[in-house]
Antibody, heavy 115, light 112 residues
Framework: DVQVVESGGDLVQPGGSLRLSCVGS????????MNWVRRVPGKGLEWVAN????????RCVDSMRGRCSVSRDNAESSLSLHMSDLRSEDTGIYYC????????WGPGTVVTVSS | DVVLTQSPLSLPVPLGQSASISCRSS???????????VNWFHQRPGQTPRRLFA???KRDSGVPDRFSVSGSGSDFTLEISKVEAEDVGLYFC?????????FGQGTNLEVQ
């Protein structure tokens, strides 16, 4: 069975940092574009970052530029998102999405930025 | 950023009837290679989203042929014929012709 599972969500103070992780199984992780998408209260779904299958191309959305980095380890079928200088508007449910001829979503991990 | 506007946002449909959901983009979703980069997803309550169509018309595995898509450029429609109880939930479009990729607000389909 295909599984995508995120972890690392937490309550963080404004200005803090967080590292989210995702592990995929049941599919060939190394050929999939991997993505982070978040559901922000009152705003809907937003793309956060993506990374190419070989890891050579990774990018974050402009609102997180300089505060976000994405990486992957194909040997471990894992994806990471490191976020810094977190703001209240970064609060949301963060989903790991594997994208290729099929698309697989994880159940999400909750990030709350609040003092 | 490209804005995707879905309508309606709420769609009550009697069992066995048809449903139609519109997704309009603020820019053309035709990519440089000529392909149209719009996708449709369905999310049942309590479940993760399931992709229905990729790149405009590529039906994902297991998607019934009751589901169909039409449109071009910046105006797209998802149609569901003979709605079944299992079709309940949120439908949303998504584009990856332009960065950042963006989503429509979602249409909540209620089966009556």
């Amino acid at each position: 069975d295909v599984q995508v599972v995120e972890s690392g969500g937490d309550l963080v103070q404004p200005g803090g940092s967080l590292r989210l992780s995702c592990v995929g199984s049941g599919f060939t992780f190394s050929v999939f574009w991997m993505n982070w998408v978040r559901r922000v209260p009152g705003k809907g779904l937003e793309w956060v970052a993506n990374i190419s299958p070989d890891g050579s191309m990774g990018r974050c959305v402009d609102s997180m530029r300089g505060r976000c980095s994405v990486s992957r380890d194909n040997a471990e079928s894992s994806l990471s998102l490191h976020m810094s200088d977190l703001r209240s508007e970064d609060t949301g449910i963060y989903y790991c999405v594997a994208w290729d001829a099929s698309a697989y979503w994880g159940p999400g991990t909750v990030v709350t930025v609040s003092s | 950023d490209v804005v995707l506007t879905q309508s309606p946002l709420s769609l009550p449909v009697p069992l066995g009837q048809s449903a139609s959901i519109s997704c309009r983009s603020s820019q053309s979703l035709v990519y440089g290679d000529g392909g149209t980069r719009v996708n449709w997803f369905h999310q049942r309550p309590g479940q993760t989203p399931r992709r229905l169509f990729a790149d405009f018309s590529k039906r994902d595995s297991g998607v019934p042929d009751r589901f169909s898509v039409s449109g071009s450029g910046s105006d797209f429609t998802l149609e569901i014929s003979k709605v079944e109880a299992e079709d309940v939930g949120l439908y949303f479009c998504m584009q990856h012709a332009h960065w950042p990729h963006t989503f429509g607000q979602g249409t909540n389909l209620e089966v009556q």
